[in-house]
């Protein structure tokens, strides 16, 4: 899967609960259609776009129906989660016209729409996420390369740098045991404290 903006490289996966909460949604909204198929859900969060693919694929067929969706946000003023909302109603509309509408078009290159108010892009592909990533594998691919980590975030990283990463994700305070997200100074806390022991 590859993003929309040619800057965009480190990134952060969509939380896995929501991407099975994201599954199951469009599972059970689509049971008539998909009929023992199989339901995938991709999706990545990068500094400034938000991509999402939503795959179909049939039973016993290799072809998989994929509807991408990337949606550049401003962290300092957008919501992630509403942002990820944004592309799963958009998915769900491609989904709607694949499955009822017998010669529906998508567009097979970043095409820009308008959703309420907002312009967000969309592109159909035909990629077989399972066997996308055994080739991967085989070429010496890594998807994970570009990925976040924990490890990343090390003592040069500014207070600001890491907000982003925590943005990125979607995290609230709540979401810390501390009730608050951490920052460099409690970094350094942390390494002064590891360096008496």
Not at 3 to 25: C, D, F, G, H, V
Not at 164 to 170: D, E, H, P
Request: with cysteine; charged share 30%; hydrophobic share 35%.
């Amino acid at each position: 899967m590859q993003p929309r903006l040619k800057y965009s490289s480190k990134w952060t996966p969509i939380p896995a609960e929501l991407a099975q909460q994201i599954n199951e949604l469009f599972s059970e909204n689509f049971s008539s259609y998909i009929d023992g198929g199989t339901v995938v859900v991709e999706g990545r969060i990068y500094l400034k776009e938000v991509l999402l693919r939503l795959g179909y694929r049939a039973k016993n067929e290799l072809r998989q129906a994929n509807f991408e969706i990337s949606v550049e946000y401003d962290r300092n003023k957008d919501n992630m989660i509403k942002m990820i909302h944004i592309a799963v109603d958009c998915a769900a509309s491609m989904m709607e016209s694949f499955f009822t509408e017998q010669n529906a078009e998508f567009p097979r290159s970043w095409e820009k729409f308008d959703f309420s108010g907002r312009s967000i892009y969309l592109q159909f592909s035909s990629t077989n996420t399972a066997l996308e990533s055994q080739a991967d594998q085989l070429l010496g691919i890594q998807a994970e390369d570009n990925l976040m980590r924990g490890d990343d975030i090390d003592e040069d990283l500014t207070e600001e740098e890491l907000d982003l990463k925590i943005s990125m994700l979607g995290l609230e305070d709540e979401d810390f045991p501390e009730k608050k997200p951490p920052t460099k100074a409690t970094k350094k806390t942390a390494k002064k404290g590891q360096r008496q022991s």
